[in-house]
């Protein structure tokens, strides 16, 4: 009779996840197939990833050209002047940007979207003998996005400016051997993490930068292959970061990688893929503590407990749809507990119950599930909790004679026959 228990408790176990795992896999393609969608949502409402280089300044050179033609017949050489553009030096930069995070959510996935204020103030010089007639241009980090508050003034003076594309131009003369300051500034948004290059190529130089950046949010990270701040102030509710160089040569960039949220869909379908552990130690437990106290459990009881564990999952797959990860892990948890009291309070009694049934629920249902919401501790703290767990067991159960304990369960039913 054990023997045959136990194989009905497995066949249970084994149907429960089967239904587990066709939950889990049914949370990540709504979390996926209905990502990509969202993504493209929200960068055509929002804005995509921005990446801000400096402004340039140039000037039209005519530079003498040969070459060769045909004419009647023969060919022949000809001169020409051609205009050719020359840039002028970046002497200075100072940058100030200020990220302000605003997560949005679209389906089952958090996007880190932020406003961005930009400002800048550039120093070209005219390095030539001659008053030339200057340039500037800014390109935007992104077509993408909407640039409002746009300023673009030389030495305080606001610029006509010509929008082409992505790019914002202005003309001005410059004197001989004069520096400029251009001033550029804008308000925008974008979509997780914000860069700024030091200029087109690989490998790039700059003199004399100062980039001071402040955020909204504490929890900040830098991509590889990125430069870290030179000096970094904690404020009330983010930080004052400093990137200071007096002539850098790099192929690098500046990076803010924007904090995500909790992702509800991702984290729903890991829970429901890990639930068989839960519903195992469970069992596990269930069995060995009515083993132990004489305790008869029928296998349908087995069958509405593991039915009362994936409600909870079921709950939390589609509550996360419409309020937060902690509410809907709160209301699965304690419908998931209330049922399985409320049901072995009719077959086994409300002590039993309400003490080793929920303490054993509350541990590999709700805390083994919560382990996933601590980012990098999740495997440490289940693996802990299962050593405890064989410990307390083998503590518990090291005077048992099993052999007895299944054999008065084995012959109860001669018993009764006779």
Known sequence: IMTRKIIAIIFIFVCTSVAWAILGATLFARTYDSGSLSSSKVESTWASEQNQGPPSASFMKQVPKEGEAVENGKIVKKTWNEDVPVGLPLETSRVNVDLDLEHRQKGLLWYSTYKVRFNGVYGFRNSTDKEQVVTFQLQFPTSQAIYDNLTFNVDGNPVVLTNEKSTASGTVKIGAGKTTQLQVGYTSQGLNQWRYNFGPGEVAQVKDFNLQMTTNFKDIDFTENTLSPTEKRETSNGWDLKWSYTNLVSGYQIAMVMPEKLQPGPLAGRISLFAPVSLFFFFFLMLIITTMRGIDLHPMNYFFLAAAFFSFHLLLAYLVDHISIHSSFAIAAAVSVFLVVSYLRLVVGIRFAS???????????????????????????????????????????????????FAVKTDEPAAEMR
């Open 355 to 405: 003490r080793e049934a929920a303490l054993a629920q509350f541990i590999y249902l709700v805390m083994f599930s919560y382990a996933f919401f601590l980012k990098g501790f999740t495997g440490l703290a289940i693996t802990i909790g299962s050593v405890l767990t064989l410990f307390v067991v083998m503590q518990v159960t090291g005077r048992v004679r099993w052999a007895e304990k």
